[in-house]
């Protein structure tokens, strides 16, 4: 069963910045859209970013727009989510998946967790002072 492996994870303070790391299945970043998503207990898991395999478009959630930098290395086979000026309200555990119907990402508004697959078992990520 394929699975995405996250980390890069830990405890910063507010301001800080920490980058993720996913590595995904080999030809993922050839066929499928790749979505970093982010879900607090009790929360339904939420659409942070998403990185087309088609063009290498990226998409982001209003909430991360300007602080989060979605990338990846193809050889690799990693995709990464760089985050900036981090806020108490980013605390959540993150997760990367594949979209395994679409080669482009949908708007962030748009993007469904349920459509998504090969999910890890996340990295938590805290900010705090």
């Known amino acids: 069963q394929v699975q995405f492996v996250e980390s890069g994870g830990g405890l910063v303070q507010p301001g800080g910045s920490l980058s993720l790391s996913c590595v995904v299945s080999e030809f993922a970043l050839d066929y499928y859209a790749i979505g970093w998503f982010r879900q607090a207990p009790g929360k339904e898991r939420e659409g942070v970013s998403c990185?087309?395999?088609?063009?290498?478009?990226?998409y982001y959630a209003d909430s991360v727009k300007g602080r989060f930098t979605v990338s990846r290395d193809k050889a690799k086979n990693v995709v990464y989510l760089q985050m900036s000026s981090l806020k108490p309200e980013d605390t959540d555990v993150y997760y990367c998946?594949?979209?395994?119907?679409?080669?482009?990402?949908?708007?962030?508004?748009?993007?469904?967790?349920?459509?998504?697959?090969?999910w890890g078992q996340g990295t938590q990520v805290t900010v705090s002072s």
């Open positions: 990185l087309s395999s088609s063009d290498g478009s990226t």
């Open positions: 998946a594949a979209n395994l119907m679409r080669r482009r990402c949908t708007e962030l508004s748009e993007t469904r967790a349920y459509e998504y697959s090969y």
